[in-house]
T-cell receptor
Framework: GIQVEQSPPDLILQEGANSTLRCNFS?????LQWFHQNPWGQLINLFY???GTKQNGRLSATTVATERYSLLYISSSQTTDSGVYFC?????????????FGQGTTLQVKP | DAGVIQSPRHEVTEMGQEVTLRCKPI?????LFWYRQTMMRGLELLIY????????DSGMPEDRFSAKMPNASFSTLKIQPSEPRDSAVYFC?????????????FGQGTRLTVV
């Protein structure tokens, strides 16, 4: 099956710093999503981005499908950004939307 | 729409008991997924349905686990008998799947503790 690798596994930032999270995948995809799992365990949709670039406030994401990677940028980080960030993909040949997750990046933003 | 609704939010049960987790997907969505999250294994897909039909249950751990989707607005995940190693957070997700793909949304999860 398709492999999804995220890096770094852990990240500690000072409030106000910027960061880049990476997601590599081993096959073509027709769906890629970024999620934030907050400290209460909720999975929050950040971006649906199978290709191209999107921005939402301090967060932006870029997916280069031909090179099989996606990046999530967090600017001017805040303590509320803490949690785990997941990348999840649907394989390009899939006809049912089976979403496969990476292992996540755990982010801690210190005040 | 209220989003994907799961119940209960928390469940504590004794080993050997039957546990039933419930999910109401977003209205109009045609795909439903059950995931399990543990520290050791991360988020793993247990089973998914497309148009109420189970498409792939290869992630279901063993015969103690079963899932049903009797209609487009309701699904259950049952564990019988439950064991301590089943303790985890169980998520349900739904999407409107089509040729171009679409976004999946998750419920708030059910935290299951088997003692």
């Amino acid at each position: 099956g398709i492999q999804v690798e995220q890096s770094p596994p852990d990240l500690i930032l000072q409030e106000g710093a910027n960061s880049t999270l990476r997601c590599n995948f081993s096959d073509s995809v027709n769906n890629l999503q970024w999620f934030h799992q907050n400290p209460w365990g909720q999975l929050i949709n950040l971006f649906y981005i199978p290709s191209g670039t999107k921005q939402n406030g301090r967060l932006s994401a870029t997916t280069v499908a031909t090179e099989r990677y996606s990046l999530l940028y967090i600017s001017s980080s805040q303590t509320t950004d803490s949690g785990v960030y997941f990348c999840a993909v649907v394989k390009g040949s899939s006809n049912t939307g089976k979403l496969i997750f990476g292992q996540g990046t755990t982010l801690q933003v210190k005040p | 729409d209220a989003g994907v609704i799961q119940s209960p939010r928390h469940e504590v049960t004794e080993m050997g008991q039957e546990v039933t987790l419930r999910c109401k997907p977003i209205s109009g969505h045609n795909s439903l997924f059950w995931y399990r999250q543990t520290m050791m294994r991360g988020l793993e897909l247990l089973i998914y349905f497309n148009n109420n039909v189970p498409i792939d249950d290869s992630g279901m751990p063993e015969d103690r686990f079963s899932a049903k989707m009797p209609n487009a607005s309701f699904s259950t995940l049952k564990i019988q008998p439950s064991e301590p190693r089943d303790s985890a957070v169980y998520f349900c997700a739904s999407s409107l799947w089509g040729p171009m793909g679409t976004e999946a949304f998750f419920g708030q999860g059910t935290r299951l503790t088997v003692v």
